[in-house]
Every structure is written in structure tokens, then in C-alpha cells.
């Protein structure tokens, strides 16, 4: 591929000898500053501030970038203003390497006869389709994949190996779902009395609607008795519990190593950074933003920043941690003023 080609490709203009040879893409930041971009290779660059970091940048090779920083290079793919990440974007997919596979289901799979298995998808070697779940067109089930009884699987999701979907649980179109992930596990439900411990039956189930990724290692336990619910658009990161009866809205970020406890609803456009805790029936409101190692205890206000275990909002947090920096002098004074209570000095007003 050229210069040209991939323009046209991406739809964007272009800089630089229409033949000049394309490779694949790099990334300039793990380039030392003494280091000058690789000939024939895509770099992305949108900011001064990494021209700043990589002056030998504008020596060789071609970059993807915008209009106002195109002219210092020789060659270079020009996205249109404020296009320049949906440019990025279309430019890995049209390197990306994931494999794709002809539809059908392999021989060492095991497909229950009951189960309806659309003639696009792709099972692969060892995964297991139990009796009466549905797939959905152009799906992919990776090695180790196993779709419970009953379960449903949606237009173009992919499940990556060692995957696995509940019973009865549904998974909406365009989802991708990340290895050794569990959706529709029981729920963490107990009772304890004077004859011993009991398992409370989970028969709910998860409903997760379209384009949501859930990343690897990630485990959404089944409802009780309703649904668990994801709502479009969600992306989880990986290793993040989501308890029963969880009720996720559109358009979440959960960030790697948090979990989020049973009957909580997390509204619309929340974010939740890495390693947060969130109590059982708390709401954490539309817009709300849960900072890295909060624990959430209560719910939240929309559209407000939180941090702190218990997480409180930021700007509260603020005045805490600056008090905390005099809390040696302030501690210091509590003492020279006990000292002359206890001497009978008179203090200072």
C-alpha cells in the first residue's frame, strides 16, 4: 500500500510522493527523543507537545496528524479538524491483525441439536453450545466458550476463549466479551439461621444490550429473580465484578480491579476509575465521576467528582487533604494550649 492508497483508504488528504510505500503503523512513544520516526511506517501525531518530546520527529517516515501541524512534515495523512482520532481509529482497523474465520461450526465443537446456530457464525474448535441457546449472524465463538442452556447471543458479538454465558442470560448485538470472562454466574446470596447456611437459588438472569465490551477476566453475577442489566454502549475493563441485580445504564467506563456491589444502579455516563469499591444498594448518579481507589458508601450526586474511602466529593476532599498538611502544627498548638489550662496560664485570645 502507498501514501495515496491509504489516504483514499481513510478518507483523508494527503502529503508527500503519492507511491512513497506504507508498511503497517508505530507508535512514537516508545521512541527515545534521539530517535527519528521509521521509514515507511504511520505515526500518530496530534499534539506539539509530543513534537516537543520527539524533535527528529519531522526528519523521516509519514504521520497521521491534523491540518495545523502537517505543514513541518514531508509526508503525512491529514484528518480533517477534530477528526483526527476518528482517522486514528480507521487507520488500526485497517491494520488491525485479529483473525477472521469462515463461518461455520468446526467438528471439535460440541452443538447441542436443539441449539440454532446462525449459518454466518463461526464456532471454533472446543467450544460448547448447550441445548437451546441462539446465535446470532456473523457471530464468534473462540475455543473454550461455553453458551449455557438457553442462552442468547446477538449480530456480530465475538466471545474470546474460556468465556462463559449462564443460562437463560442474553448478550445484544455487536458485544465483545474478552477471555475467561463469566456472565451469569449465582449471585453472592446466603441466609444464616440456627440450622446452618443456606444458598439462596438465583433464578434472574443478565440481559447486556448492544455494543458493550467487557474485558477479561470480568465476572456479572445472574439477578436473584429479575435481571442484572448493562445498558448500551458500557465498556468494562478487566477483572471488574459486577454483583446481582446490578442495574448499569448507557455509555459507563468501569475501570480494571473494581467492583461494584449487588443491587447497585449505576445511571448513564457514570465513569468509575480503577480499583473503586461500590457498596451494595448505592446509586451512583448519571454523570458521576468515582476517582481510583474510592470506596463509595453512599450515592452520589450527577455530574460531581468523588474520591476518598468513604468517597466524598472532591473538592470537599481538597479542603481535607490541605487541613491534613497543618495537622502536625494544629496538633502541636492543642497541646501548648492544654499545657497552660493545666498551669493556669491565661491563653491568648
Keep these: 500500500m ?26 512514537i512513544e516508545v521512541l527515545s527523543p534521539e530517535q527519528g520516526l521509521e521509514e515507511n511506517w504511520v505515526y500518530f501525531i496530534e499534539s506539539p507537545a509530543v513534537l516537543k518530546r520527539h524533535p527528529k520527529a519531522a526528519e ?11 505543514e513541518g512534515f514531508p509526508r ?11 482517522a486514528l481509529i480507521a487507520l488500526l482497523k485497517r491494520f488491525d491483525k485479529t483473525s477472521v474465520f469462515p463461518p461455520g461450526i468446526s467438528p471439535q465443537a460440541v452443538v447441542d441439536p436443539t441449539a440454532k446456530v446462525a ?97 477479561a477476566s470480568c465476572t456479572v453475577d ?10 448500551e454502549h458500557t465498556k468494562l475493563d478487566d477483572q471488574v465484578h459486577v454483583g446481582h441485580n446490578c442495574r448499569l445504564g448507557r455509555y459507563i467506563y468501569i475501570v480494571g480491579n473494581s467492583a461494584i456491589g449487588g443491587s447497585c444502579i449505576i445511571e448513564d455516563g457514570a465513569m468509575i476509575s480503577g480499583m473503586v469499591i461500590v457498596k ?47 495537622l502536625p502544627e494544629l496538633l502541636a498548638k492543642v497541646r501548648e494550649l492544654e499545657a497552660r489550662l493545666a498551669q493556669g496560664v491565661p491563653t491568648p485570645v
Aim: aromatic share 4%.
Design 2 to 27: 502507498n501514501l495515496k492508497e491509504l489516504a483514499t483508504a481513510l478518507k483523508v488528504e494527503y502529503k508527500g510522493a503519492a507511491d512513497y510505500p506504507i508498511k503497517g503503523v508505530r507508535d
Design 60 to 70: 523521516r517516515g509519514a504521520i497521521l496528524t491534523t491540518p495545523a501541524l502537517a
Design 76 to 86: 503525512a495523512l491529514i484528518a480533517p479538524e477534530g477528526g483526527s482520532r476518528r
Design 119 to 215: 449459518a454466518s457464525a463461526s464456532i471454533l474448535a472446543g467450544a460448547v453450545v448447550m441445548a437451546g441457546a441462539e446465535i446470532g449472524e456473523r457471530c464468534v465463538l473462540y475455543p473454550g466458550v461455553v453458551l449455557e442452556p438457553s442462552s442468547r447471543i446477538g449480530d456480530d458479538t465475538v466471545l474470546f476463549p474460556g468465556v462463559v454465558i449462564g443460562h437463560h442470560c442474553e448478550i445484544g448485538p455487536r458485544c465483545i466479551i474478552h477471555g475467561a470472562t463469566v456472565i451469569g454466574a449465582d449471585g453472592f446470596g446466603f441466609f444464616d439461621d440456627a440450622q446452618g447456611r443456606h444458598k439462596v437459588p438465583q433464578i434472574g438472569n443478565v440481559v447486556i444490550a448492544a455494543d458493550v465490551e467487557i474485558g
Design 222 to 231: 445472574r439477578a436473584t429473580i429479575e435481571s442484572t442489566t448493562i445498558g
Design 280 to 326: 451494595d444498594h448505592v446509586k451512583v448518579a448519571k454523570g458521576s465521576i468515582i476517582m481510583g481507589l474510592s470506596g463509595v458508601a453512599q450515592d452520589t450526586e450527577p455530574k460531581t467528582a468523588y474520591f476518598g474511602a468513604p468517597a466524598r466529593p472532591a473538592r470537599q476532599m481538597h479542603k481535607m487533604h490541605a487541613a491534613l498538611e497543618r
